[in-house]
């Protein structure tokens, strides 16, 4: 269910934030970030999360990540935009008041946290090793990535 959604999502279904905010979190959690849970504040969504586990040996844990990673490398690459409103009416508001993202520009902090753990690269697969790299070209060239939305994920304390 998890890659279908995503590669609707890629493929340009129209997404509220809270239900992309779900599903980054199933997303983290089957990636094999722990304890990850959502958090409300000043009304915005956070996720947070603790570690991110991965075991070379641990066959379903690999074909799983290739499974998300290879879909989320199509929703980051995707020209999709969120259109997160703001709190006026619908009469009042202009194109230049709405905030529009790209859908996969809340999937960045993921791929980088990712990059970031302890995880020793040279234990990915090749294939895997590919499309973290092709995720960290798209985010490069592609995503926002000084946009506060960008960076939803923060780590418990």
Do not use: W
């Amino acid at each position: 269910m998890l890659n279908l959604a995503l590669q609707m999502l890629g493929n340009g279904i129209e997404i509220s934030l809270e239900c992309l905010m779900r599903l980054k979190q199933v997303v983290a959690t089957c990636l094999g970030f722990t304890e990850v849970q959502q958090d409300f504040a000043n009304g915005d969504i956070y996720m947070l999360h603790s570690e991110f586990e991965y075991v070379p040996d641990n066959f379903p844990q690999n074909t799983r990540m290739l499974s998300i990673l290879s879909n989320l490398k199509k929703v980051m690459d995707t020209p999709i935009y969120l259109h997160k409103e703001n709190e006026l009416t619908d009469e009042s508001r202009t194109a230049t008041e709405t905030d529009e993202l790209l859908v996969g520009g809340y999937f960045v902090d993921i791929i980088l946290r990712i990059f970031g753990s302890s995880v020793d690269l040279a234990s990915l697969n090749h294939i895997m090793l590919k499309i973290f790299l092709e995720l960290l070209l798209i985010i490069v060239y592609k995503v926002n990535i000084e946009s506060d939305d960008s960076f939803s994920m923060q780590p418990i304390n």
